[in-house]
């Protein structure tokens, strides 16, 4: 936990008026466990908004405590959302398959399908996709097995973006095309 103080009296004002709605909606336990008296809270609740005003520019009353751990990991979670969007919209995009959606990001393959209708910009092509020559398919096994180590998601991004020629559902498509 990290203690920062507020010198702020626009922060502290909110912050005042955050206690008097715990009050105000039965939450006076939380108050008194958190220190105040009763007496204080009565006083608190029947104060005007200058009253307040002014209150809230005491300097040093009032601190924040943060988790900073969850706040932190809050902040991972959010990037981590942000990148998954992107790259599910780049995926789509770029013509991946349900199937494959779904092995990427484990989901459904109804929510795939889902995100599939919301994302894709051209109609649907129905059957098997297309196959590079037998040439590129064998380069499009090299490159896939000489990169191995990439992140599954990361790899399949990289794949199309050294082969944009070809859908996502092609590249699929070579790439398991021994696993039938």
């Not at 103080?5 to 502290?12: E, F, Y």
């Not at 009253?51 to 520019?57: P, R």
Request: proline content about 3%.
């Amino acid at each position: 936990m990290s203690r920062i103080d507020i010198d702020s009296q626009d922060l502290s004002f909110k912050a005042l008026c955050y206690l008097i709605e715990l009050a105000e909606s039965g939450e006076i336990d939380q108050l008194i466990a958190a220190g105040f008296s009763p007496e204080t809270i009565s006083t608190l609740r029947q104060m005007t908004v200058n009253d307040l005003s002014s209150l809230a520019g005491t300097m040093g009353m009032m601190s924040l405590l943060l988790n900073v751990s969850r706040f932190e990991s809050a902040i991972s979670a959010r990037t981590r959302r942000i990148n998954d969007s992107q790259d599910l919209t780049y995926l789509a995009r770029a013509g991946a398959t349900a199937l494959l959606l779904s092995e990427i990001f484990r989901i459904s393959l109804t929510e795939a399908e889902a995100h599939l209708a919301t994302l894709m910009t051209t109609d649907k092509r129905s059957g098997r996709p297309s196959m590079p020559d037998v040439g590129t398919r064998d380069a499009i096994h090299q490159w896939w097995a000489a990169n191995q180590s990439m992140p599954t998601r990361q790899r399949w991004i990289a794949l199309h973006k050294k082969w944009p020629q070809f859908s996502l559902a092609s590249l699929y498509a070579v790439i398991n095309e021994f696993n039938m």
